[in-house]
């Protein structure tokens, strides 16, 4: 399983940029998919994540500013954010797992890739 995240790099605060991941090596339609955000010094956080049903979930510091989705077609994860603050500096980091066979047969193996970095200055 590979997972390639791309899209970041650094913006001024109020600027806007969309990450990628794009997932190889897994059924990426019934995957559950997220992105998380890692600061040095600081645990590895949950920024939003979207079933393999398209329901998401934001972390209330992102809500309204970032949107998540998925391109089944091109087994494709993104997150669009938008109004971007210094504190919104960190690697991010697209994970991938549970995947659902059934509805009664899950994998629970989860992926990560190596992150891409996003630097919002002030």
């Known amino acids: 399983v590979q997972l390639q995240a791309s899209g970041g790099g650094s913006v001024q605060s109020g600027g806007s940029l969309r990450l990628s991941c794009a997932a190889f090596?897994?059924?990426?339609?019934?995957?559950?998919m997220a992105w998380y955000r890692q600061t040095p010094g600081k645990q590895r956080e949950l920024v939003a994540s979207?079933?393999?049903?398209?329901?998401?979930n934001y972390a209330e510091s992102v809500k309204g500013r970032v949107t998540i989705s998925r391109d089944n077609a091109n087994n494709t994860m993104y997150l669009q954010m938008n109004s971007l603050k210094p504190l919104d500096t960190a690697v991010y980091y697209c994970?991938?797992?549970?995947?659902?066979?059934?509805?009664?047969?899950?994998?629970?193996?989860?992926?990560w890739g190596l992150g891409t970095l996003v630097t919002v200055s002030s």
């Open positions: 979207i079933t393999r049903s398209s329901i998401t």
């Open positions: 994970n991938a797992g549970p995947t659902c066979f059934s509805d009664y047969f899950c994998d629970h193996s989860t992926y």
């Open positions: 090596g897994i059924l990426f339609s019934v995957t559950d």
